[in-house]
């Protein structure tokens, strides 16, 4: 990993502001939501205290039967169609589990109109005023009032008007003649009807009888009767906080009373849009639950605080508004008295102020962390690509410094090692390569010359030692004969001087050879008649051995020094000659390259140790078999002075196996001298 990646790593750890940031605005808007859900608890819990003591719910409505609000005119003729926009809200009655029958209740200024619809497919029918009328399908409708109560039996023969016998003593106040309409189909019967509001009922009771499944005849479920109470909505609304809609609930959801509205237009502070709102829902109001559609103007309640506060636990709901990025907060109190819960209380509060707060909180939180992010990262960013550029300075030069062999040439830019003037902790460091370099290089010059220092200061020791054996020889052979047992150790002693000036010539020979090689003037030649001379020459001196010369076609100029290339494949030649076979073969060629031309030698013969592959081209490197006495000794200067050719051209020198095992292949790969400038 790159610098640069490192310190951007360190960059994105200040994603942990941002990140810390919106946990403490989401805290905070839970901690202000809390806060207002116990605040309008509070209010719900002293309304329905005030309700109790005033008596505005009766114990007796828990299961009332509840008379809605007539949205439109409706015709008594038996058939449901006006009933359509109430027949969501329609009430079970009768002794089956889910009631026999469905009753719908109604009323206007003037009448209070009934509808039941009764499941019946195997009819028994009969007249009201038949003597077999209760042995037939009928219902029974019982009037109360504070004067009494009243029954009536309505049963009809036949689709359409009828008259409801009483069953009962006639009672003050109570209608001695009720007129319905009957409607029937395959699948039951349907009766209508509607009574004068004067009649100021306070109980209704209705029941279905089937006689094929028989039962009481005159049952009926009477009940209570429960309409929305416009006295008791305007005490509520004297009890009920400021900007809250209050809903009073009877047990079991149906609404006695209602003030105030919930005001989710914009405020003051404006509507946020689309992303304020989808940024508040989706990272901070993750408990706010779908929004309640529809269950403003319905009469009836059944949500999930409704039924926990039936159930007499106290509640309060976090909801999405139906208008964009509106909140609605909910507080559901069971009204209690002596233990039995009559009704419910239901507080609700719109509210566009903690979204709105907790957004604004949120998103300026998150644009000063992005922002310092940003400029953080910015800066670590220059800072590393400087740092990076700065390194890359010092890696150039010291790779420039440094030849293929590990020598030093001291070439740096401007003539020293780069921002050496450097404050910092770069420049201490560039200030010790420039002070390495220097020893390092002088150290370099020192063993460079040390071959012909050396080659100097033995050339006297070993002419002493020479002409020492010589006059040793010639006074022993003077006195007598030179006795036999003496005899191997002085020719050992004229061999061992023999190899110190061999190996004295050839350290002087290196030094005139890297001058003479420095020294070479280029020019621009064809390779490929430089190496077919050479090839052609080389026929003559290899013996049984084959020779093949593989050149390109077209002609491959480079400005080189001719007499250093051919220098070197002689040097090539003479080392592929020791090793390869009496018959083996040898195979010279010349190929382009982009960045100049290689010239290939390979031979036939052992593989290179995997050891030597670095260090071939080294001064004083051989492979060849020691020489027996007296032979020449291999100094192993042929391939330094191959490496010194390729060098001075710009190249390197390479050896390897060939992929078949067959033998061995050395390559100089030249790139051409410099051009003088005049």
């Not at 800072?383 to 070439?411: H, I, K, P, V």
């Not at 010369?549 to 070197?568: G, K, S």
């Not at 391939?639 to 390729?646: F, K, M, N, S």
Request: proline share 6%; hydrophobic share 45%.
């Amino acid at each position: 990993m790159s610098l640069r990646q490192k310190l951007l790593l360190v960059a994105l750890c200040t994603l942990a502001l941002p990140v810390a940031g919106w946990l403490y605005v989401r805290q905070m808007e839970t901690l202000l939501r809390e806060g207002q859900a116990q605040a309008l608890l509070a209010s719900a819990r002293a309304v329905a205290r005030s309700l109790v003591v005033t008596g505005a719910v009766r114990p007796g409505d828990a299961s009332g039967w509840y008379v809605q609000q007539a949205t439109s005119p409706i015709t008594v003729d038996g058939y449901g169609d006006d009933w359509a926009p109430l027949t969501p809200w329609s009430q079970p009655f009768g002794a089956a589990p889910n009631g026999r029958g469905k009753l719908l209740l109604a009323q206007n200024s003037d009448w209070l109109y009934l509808y039941a619809e009764v499941p019946d497919t195997r009819r028994t029918r009969a007249d009201a005023e038949d003597a077999d009328a209760l042995a037939a399908d009928h219902l029974i409708l019982t009037l109360g009032s504070a004067a009494g109560q009243r029954r009536y039996l309505l049963a009809s023969a036949a689709p359409g008007p009828l008259i409801a016998r009483p069953l009962d003593p006639a009672v003050a106040g109570l209608p001695d003649r009720l007129t319905a309409q009957w409607q029937e189909d395959g699948s039951g019967y349907r009766v209508e009807l509607r009574l004068p509001r004067s009649l100021q009922l306070r109980t209704l009771g209705v029941g279905a009888y089937d006689a094929s499944a028989g039962g009481d005849p005159l049952a009926a479920d009477t009940r209570p009767l429960l309409a929305f109470s416009p006295t008791l909505s305007a005490e509520l609304a004297q009890l009920a906080p400021e900007r809250v809609q209050a809903r009073v609930l009877s047990a079991r959801g149906w609404l006695l009373a209602r003030s105030g509205r919930l005001n989710t237009a914009p405020g003051a502070d404006g509507q946020p849009g689309w992303f304020a709102s989808l940024i508040y829902r989706s990272l901070l109001a993750t408990r706010l639950e779908d929004a309640a559609l529809w269950a403003q103007d319905v009469p009836r309640l059944d949500t999930r605080e409704v039924t926990q506060a039936r159930a007499g636990r106290p509640v309060s709901v976090w909801r999405s508004g139906e208008e964009r990025g509106s909140v609605v907060l909910t507080a559901a109190v069971p009204i209690e008295q002596a233990g039995r819960v009559d009704g419910v209380l239901l507080l609700e509060q719109a509210s566009r102020t903690v979204p709105l707060l907790a957004n604004r909180a949120l998103l300026g939180l998150l644009l000063t962390s992005f922002g310092v992010l940003l400029v953080a990262g910015g800066i670590l960013l220059a800072f590393a690509t400087r740092l990076s550029l700065r390194l890359a300075r010092l890696r150039n030069a010291a790779e420039r410094a440094q030849l293929s062999d590990g020598r030093l040439d001291g070439l740096f830019e401007q003539g020293r090692f780069p921002m050496t003037d450097a404050a910092d902790e770069i420049g201490d460091l560039a200030r010790s390569f420039e002070r390495l370099f220097e020893v390092v290089g002088g150290y370099t010059d020192y063993l460079r010359t040390l071959a012909s220092k050396l080659s100097h200061e033995l050339n006297t020791p070993l002419a002493i030692v020479k002409s020492s054996l010589d006059n040793l020889e010639h006074a022993l052979q003077q006195r007598a004969a030179l006795p036999a047992e003496a005899q191997p150790y002085l020719a050992r002693a004229r061999d061992g001087v023999a190899r110190l000036g061999a190996l004295v010539r050839a350290m002087s020979e290196s030094s005139r050879m890297e001058r003479s090689i420095t020294a070479a003037e280029p020019e621009d030649v064809d390779l490929r008649d430089v190496v077919r001379g050479c090839a052609d020459a080389y026929r003559a001196l290899i013996g049984s051995r084959q020779l093949d010369c593989a050149l390109p076609e077209a002609p491959l100029y480079l400005h080189c020094a001719p007499e250093l290339v051919a220098q070197a494949l002689d040097k090539l030649l003479d080392n592929a000659l020791s090793f390869t076979p009496e018959h083996g073969w040898l195979r010279l060629s010349l190929r382009a390259r982009a960045d100049g031309a290689e010239i290939e030698l390979a031979n036939q013969g052992p593989l290179l140790p995997e050891a030597m592959h670095g260090r071939l081209f080294d001064t004083l490197v051989s492979l060849r078999d020691k020489a027996t006495p007296g032979d020449a000794p291999h100094l192993g200067l042929g391939l330094y002075v191959v490496r010194l050719v390729a060098e001075r051209h710009g190249g390197t020198a390479a050896a390897r196996n060939l992929d078949d095992g067959s033998g061995v292949a050395f390559s100089l790969q030249l790139h051409g001298m410099p051009r003088q400038r005049l």
